[in-house]
Structures are given as structure tokens and as C-alpha cells.
T-cell receptor, first 113, second 112 residues
């Protein structure tokens, strides 16, 4: 059973602060890791993916991966009220030739103006 | 130039009815998926098709039947709808050989 764990939150941060979202996963063989943002009533929107250990930066977003600890995080710098959403961590796995993603249940982020 | 589209956006129906949801992607992707997102926002894969071939069929009731007429379309037919089927159903697609998935806008199904 492949599992992805996230704290459901809400995580509340003031505008301009750094929001740190965390995710752990159970399958040590996983090779691809994704962060999706989902606004209320909308579909998941891909914001970052990371395949290698270390950091990957894209604008205000930084994804961090530590495969030894089976840990993925997303940092959002200079948080804005428009960043308020649920952030879903997803982990890719390969099983008998098929590829799929397992999603965490999401962390709700609230950015206070 | 919508990438992944679904119809209808909302579907309200009575228990016991049969309904279909349609999905189309114009991204040229090889793989398409159906997900169910329940009221707790947990997103769970139901089916995956690769080039019209069923790849993943998770533990869902056999009242749910996917059909892929071609690589760009994946439809979901649901027979004998039950109250517990109420959820948002998302279609997604990904390019061949990658896990990166792009989601459609979702279909909110309400069974009364």
C-alpha cells in the first residue's frame, strides 16, 4: 500500500511570510514528486515537480526532496492571500509496468492579509 | 484552446439512474485517467488508459465502466447510481513515459 501523508492544516501564515508545506511517502522506490494547488471548487493545478534530491526553485516556489528521509516539501516565499488554497502532494510509482500517482489528502493554506 | 475538458460540469440525478461523463484532451497525451474526489478532498485514482488500453483498474464497483473510443477521449459510464457515488470526478491526462498529469475542470455528481 503506497501512502502519502500530509498535515491537513489549516496552516495559517501572514502575508509576506514563508509558508512551508510538508509531505512524507512510504514507497522508497518512488522517483517523481509533484505539488498541485487546488482552489476551492476548482481542479488540481500542477505547480512544481521534482525528481532529484535537493532543491528546485521556480519563482516564489521551492520544492525540496530528501529521498533518504522519504520527505518532500514546498516552500512558498512572500506568501500572498491568493496563495490560499489546498496543496496536494503527489508521488509517482511504477507497478507491473503501469505508472500512477498517489495523492496525499492535502494541506489547506491560509494567508492572512 | 482548453487542454482537458469534461462534460457536464454538474450532474444531479436520482438513485438508480445511469449517467455518463465525457472527457477530451487536445494535448496529444497518451494516457488518460479518472479520479474521484470525495467530500474530504481525498483524490483517488479509479482508472487509467494508455492509447485506448485499460492500464489501471483500481477497486471500484463494476457499476463504473470507462470507455476510450480514441486516444483523446475517455468517458465514464455509471450504472445504478448510489448516494455514495456523490463526489467530484476529475479526468486527467499525461504524456507518454511521464507521471506529470494535467487535470480537467471536474464534474460534480450529486445523487439524490
Amino acid at each position: 500500500q503506497k501512502e502519502v501523508e500530509q498535515n491537513s492544516g489549516p496552516l495559517s501564515v501572514p502575508e509576506g511570510a514563508i509558508a512551508s508545506l510538508n509531505c512524507t511517502y512510504s514507497d522508497r522506490g518512488s522517483q517523481s514528486f509533484f505539488w498541485y494547488r487546488q482552489y476551492s471548487g476548482k481542479s488540481p493545478e500542477l505547480i512544481m515537480f521534482i525528481y532529484s534530491n535537493g532543491d528546485k526553485e521556480d519563482g516564489r516556489f521551492t520544492a525540496q526532496l530528501n529521498k533518504a528521509s522519504q520527505y518532500v516539501s514546498l516552500l512558498i516565499r512572500d506568501s500572498q492571500p491568493s496563495d490560499s488554497a489546498t496543496y496536494l502532494c503527489a508521488v509517482g510509482y511504477m507497478d507491473t509496468g503501469r505508472r500512477a500517482l498517489t495523492f496525499g489528502s492535502g494541506t489547506r493554506l491560509q494567508v492572512q492579509p | 484552446d482548453t487542454a482537458v475538458s469534461q462534460t457536464p460540469k454538474y450532474l444531479v440525478t436520482q438513485m438508480g439512474n445511469d449517467k455518463s461523463i465525457k472527457c477530451e484532451q487536445n494535448l496529444g497525451h497518451d494516457t488518460m485517467y479518472w479520479y474521484k474526489q470525495d467530500s474530504k478532498k481525498f483524490l483517488k485514482i479509479m482508472f487509467s488508459y494508455n492509447n485506448k488500453e485499460l492500464i489501471i483498474n483500481e477497486t471500484v464497483p463494476n457499476r463504473f465502466s470507462p470507455k476510450s473510443p480514441d486516444k483523446a477521449h475517455l468517458n465514464l459510464h455509471i450504472n445504478s447510481l448510489e448516494l455514495g457515488d456523490s463526489a467530484v470526478y476529475f479526468c486527467a491526462s499525461s504524456p507518454g513515459g511521464t507521471d506529470t498529469q494535467y487535470f480537467g475542470p471536474g464534474t460534480r455528481l450529486t445523487v439524490l
